[in-house]
């Protein structure tokens, strides 16, 4: 089992940075090695979109809405995953969770079965 708890979430103005971090259970093993983990938002009335993600192996991928502006990575001695954003938009403001994909090898989607993080809110004002 594993269990991902996200921190790092706040109020910014537009511009602005956050890191944030998505600590996974020691009961898990080293989850951010081992797994496909990803980055998802969830804005309000909105479906969960995916965000970045940080394979196993260490290459990474951006959704085109923050390509250039977030960083994904991840520290597998304290087994987290992180993602600094920087240029924050307005339109970045919503619930960020982190996720790995329960089969091992492959990538967590929003509609696959995952470990979810229970979520950190970002808020963007202009």
């Known amino acids: 089992q594993v269990q991902l708890v996200e921190s790092g979430g706040g109020s910014v103005q537009a511009g602005g940075s956050l890191r944030l971090s998505c600590a996974a259970s020691a009961a898990s093993g080293n989850t951010v090695s081992r797994y496909c983990m990803g980055w998802f938002r969830q804005a309000p009335g909105k479906e969960r979109e995916w965000v970045a993600q940080?394979?196993?192996?260490?290459?990474?991928s951006y959704a085109d809405s923050v390509k250039g502006r977030f960083t994904i990575s991840k520290d597998s001695n304290k087994n987290t995953l992180y993602l600094q954003m920087n240029s924050l938009k307005p339109e970045d403001t919503g619930m960020y969770y982190c996720?790995?994909?329960?089969?091992?090898?492959?990538?967590?989607?929003?509609?696959?079965?995952?470990?979810w993080g229970q979520g950190t809110q970002v808020t963007v004002s202009s």
């Open positions: 996720a790995a994909r329960r089969q091992i090898g492959f990538c967590p989607t929003p509609s696959t079965d995952n470990y």
């Open positions: 940080s394979l196993s192996a260490g290459s990474t």
